[in-house]
């Protein structure tokens, strides 16, 4: 019997190859029989996979032999046949049958390279929601599978990739991020990696993604290493005097790549002075502002907001509120004047002037691509703690924004923005400041985060909202609890 089954199935490969696909497809439908071995099976379901692909049959046609497909497991490694064929199908615009037949491939054989090109085919859906689910999948499957490193780097650089248009997902771009291991990836694949990283709360992991940057930059002559040496320098404007040595370190590398002279040192030199404010105090930091706004001339506004800051909010010789067309081009530098302005502003009483100041600010923030200089973060901090509702108002306003993803440890930590929060009356967000702070191991978080959720608890029972009390007042309980253990162990 098996003979005749190898006579039957040459025959329709010689009608494939010599006839065409029409004349073939009945030959090999004949051979799908459930009982068939498998390997002869998978070779048959293959021929008449490649017939109804390149006769552009309905989708019930290639839905039929795709189910057959998928009963075929321990079939042997057809991956690559399975691959050629959906690249196919997609590439005339017949992206259902792609993924009828990428899933068929993955129930055949869940192999790490199945589910990624699962993956790729429910993006091409506009399914979105299950790709990244599945692509979470072929992430851990390639960790554990021989020779699919490069799978795991792809799958998690795509979740990173889209992650990081949507704030509320950020969190989630930056822990695919830091668990890529980008050894061996392709170039573009290690810079959606890097940003994923910058993103990240931890200057360590931050650093790692600015030395993936500092990789790219060193062919300046690509447009991949121009963009990561531009990402690095927009990354240390975005920061500023918070940037700190580890990451000012990283920096400068990348900067050293600069192919131009002149460029490149004078790159240089506005970090040096970036980290010479950040080192200094008092007056010595108001003269090392200076020389920084000596060395940029773009950030003369910014420059002097931050004397006007530093010397107890005095008079500053131009309009006290930005306007959007006067502004520094830079993103960074111009959220950064913001916060500066509206800093200035709320020392002078100009409250109006302050509150629009930081709703400009919060619109920039909330566009996304642009990291938060700690001069947002000490004017939202000044606001909350004001007197004044409509500037109250604006800060929790953009407090709410700045808590929304990921970004660097604010001036303070997050701990003193939960305590600002719950005394500004946002328990909510106070709650989540507050497990940011447990997050960064700030001394005493879990304390205050189990006072916070305690007082959220009772005002939840207050309300007559009894089983959101409970969970509250339960966890709570579970902060307090662990939070005077580690006491009693000293920590």
């Given at each position: 019997?098996?003979?005749?089954?190898?006579?039957?199935?040459s025959?329709?490969?010689?009608?494939?190859?010599?006839?065409?696909?029409?004349?073939?497809?009945?030959?090999?439908?004949?051979?799908?029989?459930?009982?068939?071995?498998?390997?002869?099976?998978?070779?048959?379901?293959?021929?008449?996979?490649?017939?109804?692909?390149?006769?552009?049959?309905?989708?019930?046609?290639?839905?039929?032999?795709?189910?057959?497909?998928?009963?075929?497991?321990?079939s042997?490694?057809?991956f690559?046949?399975?691959?050629?064929?959906?690249?196919?199908?997609?590439?005339?615009?017949?992206?259902s049958?792609?993924?009828?037949?990428?899933?068929?491939?993955?129930?055949?054989?869940?192999?790490?390279?199945?589910?990624?090109?699962?993956?790729?085919?429910?993006?091409?859906?506009?399914?979105?929601?299950?790709?990244f689910?599945?692509?979470?999948?072929?992430?851990?499957?390639?960790d554990?599978?021989?020779?699919a490193?490069?799978?795991?780097?792809?799958?998690?650089?795509?979740?990173?990739?889209?992650?990081?248009?949507?704030?509320?997902?950020?969190?989630?771009?930056?822990a695919?991020?830091?668990?890529?291991?980008?050894?061996?990836?392709?170039?573009?694949?290690?810079?959606?990696?890097?940003?994923?990283?910058?993103r990240?709360?931890?200057?360590?992991?931050?650093?790692?993604?600015?030395?993936l940057?500092?990789?790219?930059?060193?062919?300046?002559?690509?447009?991949?290493?121009?963009?990561?040496?531009?990402?690095?320098?927009?990354?240390?404007?975005?920061?500023?005097?918070?940037?700190?040595?580890?990451?000012?370190?990283?920096v400068?590398?990348?900067?050293?790549?600069?192919?131009?002279?002149?460029?490149?040192?004078?790159?240089?030199?506005?970090?040096?002075?970036?980290?010479?404010?950040?080192?200094?105090?008092?007056?010595?930091?108001?003269?090392?502002?200076?020389r920084?706004?000596?060395?940029?001339?773009?950030?003369?506004?910014?420059?002097?907001?931050?004397?006007?800051?530093?010397?107890?909010?005095?008079?500053?010789?131009?309009?006290?509120?930005?306007?959007?067309?006067?502004?520094?081009a830079?993103?960074?530098?111009?959220?950064?004047?913001?916060?500066?302005?509206?800093?200035?502003?709320?020392?002078?009483?100009?409250?109006?002037?302050?509150?629009?100041?930081?709703?400009?600010?919060?619109?920039?923030?909330?566009?996304?691509?642009?990291?938060?200089?700690?001069?947002?973060?000490?004017?939202?901090?000044?606001?909350?703690?004001?007197?004044?509702?409509?500037?109250?108002?604006?800060?929790?306003?953009?407090?709410?924004?700045?808590?929304?993803?990921?970004?660097?440890?604010?001036?303070?930590?997050?701990?003193?923005?939960?305590?600002?929060?719950a005394?500004?009356?946002?328990?909510?967000?106070?709650?989540?400041?507050?497990?940011?702070?447990?997050?960064?191991?700030?001394?005493?978080?879990?304390?205050?985060?189990?006072?916070?959720?305690?007082?959220?608890?009772?005002?939840?029972?207050?309300?007559?909202?009894?089983?959101?009390?409970?969970?509250?007042?339960?966890?709570?309980?579970?902060?307090?609890?662990?939070?005077?253990?580690?006491?009693?162990r000293?920590?």
């Amino acid at each position: 019997m098996k003979f005749v089954d190898e006579i039957g199935l040459s025959a329709a490969q010689k009608l494939e190859t010599s006839v065409g696909p029409f004349v073939a497809l009945p030959a090999y439908r004949r051979l799908l029989v459930r009982t068939a071995e498998p390997s002869f099976a998978a070779r048959a379901a293959l021929g008449a996979l490649r017939c109804v692909v390149r006769l552009g049959s309905d989708e019930r046609d290639i839905g039929d032999i795709a189910a057959y497909w998928s009963t075929l497991s321990g079939s042997g490694p057809h991956f690559p046949a399975i691959l050629d064929l959906c690249r196919l199908l997609a590439r005339v615009g017949r992206k259902s049958a792609a993924l009828a037949l990428a899933q068929a491939e993955t129930e055949r054989a869940p192999t790490a390279r199945a589910l990624y090109l699962y993956g790729r085919c429910l993006e091409l859906m506009g399914e979105g929601d299950a790709a990244f689910v599945v692509f979470v999948q072929a992430a851990t499957r390639a960790d554990e599978e021989k020779g699919a490193a490069d799978v795991a780097v792809a799958a998690r650089a795509w979740r990173v990739q889209r992650l990081l248009g949507d704030r509320s997902t950020a969190a989630l771009a930056v822990a695919d991020a830091a668990s890529a291991d980008p050894t061996g990836a392709p170039p573009e694949h290690k810079l959606v990696i890097a940003l994923g990283r910058l993103r990240s709360p931890s200057r360590f992991v931050r650093a790692s993604g600015l030395s993936l940057l500092e990789e790219l930059g060193r062919d300046p002559t690509t447009s991949l290493g121009r963009h990561a040496i531009r990402l690095a320098a927009e990354h240390a404007d975005a920061l500023g005097d918070a940037l700190t040595p580890l990451e000012a370190d990283r920096v400068a590398a990348t900067l050293g790549h600069v192919p131009d002279d002149a460029a490149r040192e004078n790159a240089l030199a506005r970090l040096a002075a970036a980290q010479a404010i950040a080192a200094s105090r008092g007056e010595a930091q108001a003269e090392a502002v200076t020389r920084a706004g000596e060395l940029a001339p773009e950030i003369a506004a910014l420059v002097r907001r931050a004397r006007a800051a530093l010397t107890g909010g005095g008079q500053v010789d131009e309009a006290p509120r930005p306007s959007r067309s006067t502004e520094p081009a830079s993103p960074s530098l111009r959220l950064a004047s913001l916060g500066l302005s509206a800093f200035v502003a709320l020392g002078q009483g100009r409250l109006q002037d302050a509150a629009g100041a930081l709703d400009e600010a919060a619109e920039l923030v909330t566009k996304g691509g642009v990291g938060v200089p700690a001069p947002v973060w000490t004017a939202t901090r000044a606001a909350l703690d004001s007197a004044d509702p409509l500037a109250r108002a604006a800060g929790v306003k953009l407090c709410e924004v700045l808590l929304q993803g990921p970004a660097a440890t604010p001036p303070g930590g997050h701990s003193a923005f939960a305590v600002a929060l719950a005394r500004a009356g946002r328990p909510d967000l106070a709650v989540r400041a507050a497990r940011d702070a447990v997050a960064g191991k700030e001394p005493g978080a879990r304390s205050l985060l189990g006072m916070i959720l305690r007082e959220q608890g009772w005002a939840l029972a207050a309300r007559g909202q009894r089983e959101l009390a409970i969970a509250a007042l339960l966890e709570a309980k579970e902060h307090l609890a662990a939070a005077a253990k580690d006491g009693a162990r000293g920590r």
